[in-house]
């Protein structure tokens, strides 16, 4: 085992971990072994062992579950689903998913700004997505996806239809992608004929631009998604700590 000097044990063990769950030895879902017998395979305490395995709860890596033990994190799981989608009802109702309805799944070559942005060659496959997220039927927020053609290879439009849970739990179980961090910006908008036509209000309408670049592990980038929001319902909600 190489010594980095300058990084804490924990964070060492933190490292190993990660690349673990980057390898495959433990899927989305399944359960990690426990401190003690991972104590003992990197020749540490188990408290280092504790402390590295917090540190990867906070980034929604790995997830505890009392007496039962602690699992990789998994889209499958609602909390997942809701840190990704920051839309919540003005009612201060419980968030909750939204339906999903998409209009267009095709195979192209990447536009330079996306190729750019996925870390791809000008001109490789991309695969890219038009989808609505409804709720109750109203239609909420129009998304344009795009990913790497190379890491999808397969994903069709009957595919995704085929599919009942989120996107990204596909993404997960069929294709071996977890979605790990993402970075945001948002503005304010007018509706184009397109956006209007999709979410069923008038040209011009004010909506809020979310441009997002999702990473797996390694910070690779492995989806580009601009959603229009139509927010006369909802709002956008973070919090901040």
């Given at each position: 085992?190489?010594?980095?000097?300058?990084?804490?044990?924990?964070?060492?063990i933190?490292?190993?971990?990660?690349?673990?769950?980057?390898?495959?030895?433990?899927?989305?879902?399944e359960?990690?072994?426990s401190?003690?017998?991972?104590?003992?395979?990197?020749?540490v305490?188990?408290?280092t062992v504790?402390?590295?395995?917090?540190?990867?709860?906070?980034?929604?890596?790995?997830?505890r579950?009392?007496g039962r033990?602690t699992?990789v994190a998994?889209?499958?799981?609602?909390?997942?689903?809701i840190?990704?989608?920051?839309l919540?009802?003005?009612?201060?109702?419980?968030?909750?998913?939204?339906?999903?309805?998409?209009?267009?799944?095709?195979?192209l070559?990447?536009?330079l700004?996306?190729?750019r942005?996925l870390?791809?060659k000008?001109?490789?496959?991309?695969?890219?997505?038009?989808?609505?997220?409804?709720?109750?039927?109203?239609?909420i927020?129009?998304?344009?996806?795009?990913?790497?053609?190379?890491?999808?290879?397969?994903?069709?439009?009957?595919?995704?239809?085929?599919?009942?849970?989120?996107l990204?739990?596909?993404?997960e179980?069929?294709?071996?992608?977890r979605?790990?961090?993402?970075?945001?910006?948002?503005?304010a908008?007018?509706?184009?004929?397109?956006?209007a036509?999709?979410l069923?209000?008038?040209?011009g309408?004010?909506?809020l631009?979310?441009?997002?670049?999702?990473?797996?592990?390694?910070?690779?980038?492995?989806?580009?998604?601009?959603?229009?929001?139509?927010?006369?319902?909802?709002h956008?909600?973070n919090?901040?700590?």
């Open positions: 085992m190489s010594t980095v000097t300058f990084s804490p044990l924990y964070r060492q933190r490292d190993r971990l990660v690349h673990s769950l980057q390898a495959g030895e433990w899927r989305p879902g359960a990690i072994p401190e003690i017998d991972l104590a003992a395979r990197y020749g305490s188990q408290g504790r402390k590295a395995i917090d540190a990867l709860s906070a980034e929604n890596l790995l997830v579950r009392q033990g699992f998994s889209h499958q799981e609602a909390r997942a689903q840190r990704f989608l920051r919540r009802p003005d009612d201060g109702g419980e968030p909750r998913q939204p339906s999903s309805r998409f209009l267009e799944c095709r195979r070559r990447a536009p700004e996306i190729a942005a870390e791809m000008a001109g490789d496959a991309a695969v890219t997505i038009r989808r609505l997220l409804e709720f109750d039927g109203e239609p927020v129009l998304e344009e996806i795009w990913l790497p053609g190379s890491t999808f290879r397969g994903l069709t439009a009957e595919r995704l239809n085929a599919y009942s849970g989120p990204y739990a596909l993404l179980t069929e294709f071996g992608t979605m790990i961090r993402a970075s945001e910006r948002l503005r908008v007018a509706a184009g004929e397109a956006e036509r999709a069923g209000v008038a040209t309408e004010p909506l631009l979310v441009d997002r670049v999702s990473s797996t592990y390694g910070d690779k980038p492995v989806e580009v998604r601009r959603g229009w929001y139509r927010t006369h319902h909802h956008y909600f919090e901040l700590s």
